[in-house]
């Protein structure tokens, strides 16, 4: 390795290295302004050498190959949820004949991108935020120095075409709406289904999120202090499979406040299930939420199956298990709870996610703001 000061006083650097089968390569820098930039080039060129990151990419491979390995290392860092959701993206949306399978990575051209982005913009109204894992590989490509300039610099991103607007679905209930359906579910599902309407009764009012729930343990609940303990979460890895992981952020390990009759309903449910188990020789495993064995967790899909079932028969829109949370969220901020207890309550680590949520005012918000201000300045 060599530092050289030009005559224009900046700095080149250069490091030779062997790779993994002996042969030998070399990185070069050149137009760095200061020494100790120049060394801090060296020293971060020396540690991806020895982690081997320059073996794992090359100018000859394909974005195929080049997402295979990001990928790997992706799936180390996020939930396996995170990673199917980005790994769907890529398979259905990039590496498509049409665009760039097969393609090399020292190929892929800013007018390629934006010829792509363009297209990309009027099918997916969440394309700047899916294309993430795209712009992660081609800055790792440049900082690796497999590719000369990131061909995403000099692209621009237009504003997305709308999201369709679907008449029998909403993001969240109204209150009127909320109790039709949770009514509605403790009609349906009632005696040995009790757990269906605990669930939905226990999302509603709490807030946690539908991998929260279904990982719940019985010892996770004080009945004397009203409250849950949220440790954990249960999830679908990469093959499909029901596993239990942490919480998506690290926030989300928390402690929620319930109201009684939510801490009744578990109560009942809880007598319900002992019953249960008693009845058919079981041993009990501590779970809230099992599948019709009653040893197991239950799976997470079952939820969105009762949810069709029960917005059918209440004659209410459609709703994702999701909406839940935001029907929780917003009548929370209706009622006046502050954006630091409603951020604690979400478990967000950021509470910029809250203030959306928070900021989002409602139908029944908007009409009386008027009214809110002339109640006080009334003249």
């Known amino acids: 390795m060599s530092y050289t000061k030009q005559s224009d006083g900046t ?18 820098k050149k137009g760095i302004k ?28 394909t974005l195929n190959d080049a ?5 790997d290392s992706y799936s180390q860092k996020v939930l396996p949820s995170t990673y199917r959701k980005a790994e769907n993206f890529i398979n259905v949306h990039i590496l498509t004949p049409k665009w760039f399978d097969q393609v090399k990575v020292d190929k892929i051209t800013s ?8 297209e990309l913009s009027t099918l997916n109204v969440n394309y700047r935020k899916n294309l993430y894992p795209f ?3 081609m800055t790792t490509l440049v900082s690796l120095e497999v590719i000369n300039k990131n061909p995403f610099d000099k692209v621009t991103f237009p504003k997305a075409k709308p999201a369709p607007v679907f008449m029998d679905r909403v993001d969240y209930y109204k209150k009127d709406q909320l109790k039709q359906f949770l009514d509605t579910a403790e009609s349906l599902y009632a005696d040995k289904k009790y757990h269906v309407y605990t669930l939905f ?21 004080n009945f004397d202090d009203y409250t849950i303990d949220i440790n954990k979460a249960l999830s679908v890895d990469k093959n499909g499979r029901t596993i239990l992981s942490t919480t998506k952020t690290k926030a989300g390990t928390r402690i929620v406040k319930l109201d009684k009759k939510t ?4 109560k009942h449910y809880q007598a319900i299930q002992s019953t249960l188990i008693l009845k058919n020789g079981l041993t009990a495993k501590g779970l809230i939420f099992t599948g019709d064995d009653l040893q197991s967790y239950m799976t997470v899909r079952h939820p969105r199956v009762w949810c069709e079932k029960i917005t059918k028969k209440a004659d209410l829109p459609r709703i994702k298990i999701h909406g839940f949370r935001h029907t929780y969220a917003t009548l929370s901020a209706q009622a006046g709870m502050n954006i630091k207890q409603l951020q604690y309550q979400l478990g967000h680590d950021d509470v910029q996610t809250t203030l ?10 908007k009409a009386t703001t008027a009214d809110i201000f002339t109640s006080l300045v009334n003249f």
């Open 11 to 28: 700095y080149s650097v250069r490091v030779r290295y062997s790779d993994s089968l002996g042969k030998r390569h070399e990185k070069k």
């Open 34 to 61: 200061t020494l100790t930039a120049a060394k801090k080039w060296e020293r971060d060129t020396l540690t991806k050498i020895d982690d081997g990151e320059f073996d794992k990419f090359s100018s000859n491979m």
């Open 67 to 71: 997402f295979k390995t990001w990928l």
């Open 111 to 118: 007018v390629m991108l934006q010829t792509y982005i363009n």
């Open 135 to 137: 712009k992660q590989v």
């Open 201 to 221: 009764r226990l999302l509603s009012f709490s807030g946690m999120r539908k991998g929260e729930a279904l990982a719940l343990a019985w010892k996770d609940v």
């Open 263 to 266: 801490i009744d309903v578990l």
């Open 356 to 365: 959306a949520i928070y900021t989002a005012v409602t139908e029944e918000m």
